[in-house]
């Protein structure tokens, strides 16, 4: 059973199409990268989600419901850049966000406190949210996004503006949120998305390109990487290994060389036997692993 | 219970913003300053000179009604004017600076978020004018003579009926545009179009909100409340609820 559904969504701007034709279901409790680069639609997918703006077409179901209940009941957002009042203190914004969220007023004091300290603000509580540095309003944003104890999380860029200790807390309070709630977040940068999400969706120019987890985008565009070392820089190896039928593609940088092939058995052979009757100094074989990557360059320079 | 949430923190707001201060002062000086330097004219002219020999001027002192209603005057134009600088960020400030992706993200149901928004501003501006109204009401008993504390009752509630009318023009543009100082100049033209087209077809729209302060005028100096007045008071309520109504909707069907 899915969480939400989102079948055919699509989205226009002043007849651009900005998100065209999106289909995917969020399962609970995973974690979901929205994957990539700037301009690819990322924000407006986020947006469309916690109804900011209306699909032109398709449409969004929530936990088997269609969208008659108000969805926000069930989920947090944190925007790009959140704002805030900033002549209210962190606790005062956070009470008040929990108040709209119908909690009541010592429930909603009592969650902020938690919220704030889990979040690592816990020392702020009672300063102006206009004394804030960036990292410090970005989990505050984060606080209130948890603040009704949401279903779904959606994160837009969560990270992307935080230093690397930031980032790091960030991306474990994450990877400890998933086991309460199912997350979306949006990144485009591929540690993010590698390190804390189960499933990614991949997005280039308004459309999914490819979904699906980790492992299965990883074997299913899985080709043969094969890299070689010499000790000494030979002559001609380019144009010599090129000839090699499975060969499909070969870079030499210094002593090392690069080799993508579509069949890496018959290019073991191929290849052991040329070093071996050329008699070259091979120090290292080693058969490489295409990464998230090489995955997201090929699909973005598509 | 959410209403009232967004109706604190707005009121919150306003005492953080000094509005809770200078907008009762400034309306507080409109409401005594046409009394006082009219009083004061003929001696002001006096201590810088006098008129010259052989000038006839002759000011007249006005009548304790027509002294009060000076301070609707004021009201008319600069209180507006006010009333539109103070209302004008009050959703559009919201959409422009981005806070509503927080705010609007939560289940807040948007009839509360306008009319509880439209509450809390009314409450800052009716106190001011009831503040200035009642000072000018002081002055003018004081300075030009008898004006019945039922009077000052009566005009306040029926000029209340006027402000509002303005705040919530104000509330309804504040729904259409992300930039405060467009929702200055087109809540504005609203009133003055309102204003032109009453003069201009007056004799038919007889119950039209832009007749308001000439029939309260008449009411001043006679106390007695008339079938027109009656009616322009029904249909500037009437108006009111329909802009309130329509605010909330647009905001529900904005593209944010």
Same mark, same amino acid.
């Given at each position: 059973m899915s969480l939400i559904a989102v079948n055919g969504l699509s989205k226009a701007f002043d007849g651009k199409q900005v998100v065209k034709d999106l289909t995917f279901q969020l399962e609970p409790g995973k974690c979901v990268a929205l994957l990539g680069p700037n301009g690819a639609g990322k924000t407006t997918t986020l947006r469309l989600l916690a109804g900011f703006t209306r699909p032109t077409e398709g449409n969004i179901t929530f936990d088997e419901q269609s969208l008659s209940t108000d969805i926000r009941n069930y989920v947090g957002y944190l925007p790009q850049f959140p704002v805030f009042h900033n002549w209210m203190t962190g606790m005062e914004f956070l009470i008040y966000v929990g108040q709209l969220s119908y909690l009541s007023k010592s429930e909603a004091t009592e969650r902020a406190s938690q919220l704030m300290d889990r979040v690592g603000i816990g020392d702020a509580k009672k300063q102006r949210i206009g004394k804030y540095s960036g990292g410090m309003r970005q989990r505050l944003g984060i606080a209130q996004a948890l603040m009704n104890k949401p279903k779904l999380i959606m994160l837009d860029e969560p990270v992307s503006a935080l230093d690397p200790i930031g980032r790091r807390e960030v991306l474990n309070l994450m990877n400890e949120l998933k086991k309460d709630a199912t997350i979306l977040f949006s990144t485009h940068i591929l540690n993010d998305a590698e390190e804390v999400s189960d499933e990614l969706l991949l997005l280039h120019r308004g459309e999914l390109v490819e979904q699906g987890s980790l492992d299965q985008l990883n074997n299913l565009h899985q080709t043969g990487k094969i =890299?070689?070392?010499? +000790?000494?820089?030979?002559? +001609?190896?380019? =144009?010599?290994l090129e000839k090699l039928s499975t060969v499909e593609h070969v870079d030499v940088h210094n002593r090392s060389v690069n080799i993508i092939t579509s069949d890496e058995d018959a290019t073991r052979k191929e290849l052991l036997q040329y070093v071996t009757a050329k008699d070259l100094p091979l120090t290292k074989y080693e058969v490489a692993k295409t990464t998230l990557e090489d995955l997201f360059m090929k699909v973005v320079s598509k | 219970m959410q209403w009232s949430v967004i109706f604190k923190k707005e009121m919150v707001e306003y005492v953080r913003n000094v509005k809770w201060i200078w907008v009762p002062i400034v309306f507080l000086i409109f409401g005594i300053m046409d009394l006082i330097t009219t009083y004061y004219l003929p001696k002001i002219i006096e201590s810088v000179g006098g008129m010259p020999e052989g000038a006839q001027v002759n000011i007249p002192t006005p009548a304790p009604e027509q002294a009060f209603f000076m301070s609707i005057g004021e009201y008319g134009t600069m209180g507006i004017l006010i009333i539109a600088l103070v209302s004008m960020g009050l959703i559009a400030g919201e959409l422009k600076s981005g806070v509503y992706e927080l705010v609007l993200s939560k289940p807040v149901k948007y009839s509360n978020y306008v009319t509880a928004k439209w509450a809390a501003l009314s409450t800052l501006i009716l106190t001011s004018l009831f503040i200035g109204l009642l000072a000018g009401w002081y002055y003018a008993n004081i300075l030009y003579g008898d004006v019945s504390f039922g009077t000052f009752i009566g005009t306040f509630l029926i000029y209340s009926i006027y402000i509002l009318f303005f705040i919530t023009i104000s509330v309804f543009v504040n729904t259409w545009f992300k930039r405060p100082g467009m929702v200055l100049f087109v809540s504005l033209l609203f009133i003055i179009l309102v204003n032109i !087209?009453?003069? !201009?077809? %007056?004799?038919? &729209?007889?119950? #039209?909100? %832009?007749?308001? #302060? #000439?029939? &309260?005028?008449?009411? /001043?100096?006679? %106390?007695?409340?008339? %079938?027109? &007045?009656?009616?322009? &008071?029904?249909?500037?309520?009437? @108006? !009111?609820? /329909? @802009? @309130?109504? #329509?605010?909330?909707?647009?905001?529900?069907?904005?593209?944010?």
């Open positions: =890299e070689l070392t010499f +000790s000494d820089n030979p002559d +001609s190896l380019k =144009e010599d | !087209i009453t003069s !201009i077809f %007056g004799h038919y &729209l007889t119950w #039209s909100p %832009g007749h308001l #302060s #000439s029939y &309260l005028n008449g009411y /001043i100096h006679t %106390g007695n409340v008339t %079938g027109d &007045l009656w009616g322009t &008071l029904a249909t500037t309520l009437f @108006l !009111i609820v /329909i @802009l @309130l109504f #329509s605010a909330v909707t647009v905001l529900k069907n904005k593209e944010m």
